[in-house]
């Protein structure tokens, strides 16, 4: 005789396998791992509205885009082309944030500009599968005016 908690069993079990247990990724995509999320300070302090972004340091890893912006602390959660989460792997840490003053004419850039490039920046994080949270250090809070661009 069947309990209430094995029916139960039975009846869910076909609907896992018709509709599966999450978003299918697209072909080609690796193994997410999720919830991971990002602090990104300077000086010790939240970076609030920082675009970050993490390039495999692998080349055959793939291009997938993954990052995020920061929130009011700093932090945020990582997605990668749109899918929560992020995949295994050493990935170099590009951290960006800009602002117009259009009545100025000047663009400003609140990171040095080794930060804001994957191939300078000395920021570099490992996810793992144990990885849930990370913290970076973007060196010195600066505002660098930039040339204008319209």
Known sequence: MFTKQSLSFFLILPLVFLFGCGPKLPDGMPKLYSPIK??????????????????STDPSAGTWTIGGLTDANGGFELYTHGYRGA???????????????HDAAKT???????????????????????????????????????????
């Open 38 to 55: 990002i602090t990104v300070t300077q000086e010790g302090q939240p970076l609030v509205g920082a675009t970050v972004t993490l390039r």
């Open 108 to 150: 400003w850039s609140y990171a040095e500009d080794e930060y804001g490039d994957a191939k300078t920046t000395p920021l570099e994080v490992e996810i793992t599968a144990r990885t849930r949270t990370l913290t970076v250090d973007a060196g010195s809070a600066v505002k660098i005016s930039k040339p204008y661009a319209r």
């Open 87 to 101: 995949p295994l792997g050493t990935f170099k840490v590009v951290v960006y944030k800009w602002e117009e003053d």
